[in-house]
């Protein structure tokens, strides 16, 4: 089992910053990667960007150049840098952790985008 933490949540102007970070516990080394997902009101959630355990990253559309995930292995711990913050990146963001079969989730933090 993996127990997600994610914090850094917040209200931010628009073109503001924010980082999320996701604290992972448990069974860490059987994870392959991570993930950052967000659930705008109404919408669907959607994929927002992931690290794998060998490091590379990808990105949707959507934050590709603005948002950066990051890793710091002694610390279990994977962030999300997110610059020029758009109104339309407001959502719950949810870290997932996923292994061979399984996954695991957060439980959200908020970011609101307004002025």
């Known amino acids: 089992q993996v127990q997600l933490v994610e914090s850094g949540g917040g209200l931010v102007q628009p073109g503001g910053s924010l980082r999320l970070s996701c604290a992972a516990s448990?069974?860490?080394?059987?994870?392959?990667?991570m993930a950052w997902y967000r659930q705008a009101p109404g919408k669907l959630r959607e994929w927002a960007a992931t690290?794998?355990?060998?490091?590379?990253?990808t990105y949707s559309e959507s934050v590709k150049g603005r948002f950066t995930i990051s890793r710091d292995n002694g610390k279990n711990t994977v962030y999300l840098q997110m610059n020029s913050l758009k109104p339309e990146d407001t959502a719950v963001y949810y870290c997932?952790?996923?292994?061979?079969?399984?996954?695991?989730w957060g439980q959200g933090t908020q970011v609101t985008v307004s002025s």
């Open positions: 690290i794998i355990k060998g490091g590379t990253t």
């Open positions: 997932q952790a996923f292994a061979i079969g399984k996954e695991y």
């Open positions: 448990g069974s860490v080394s059987s994870l392959n990667g």
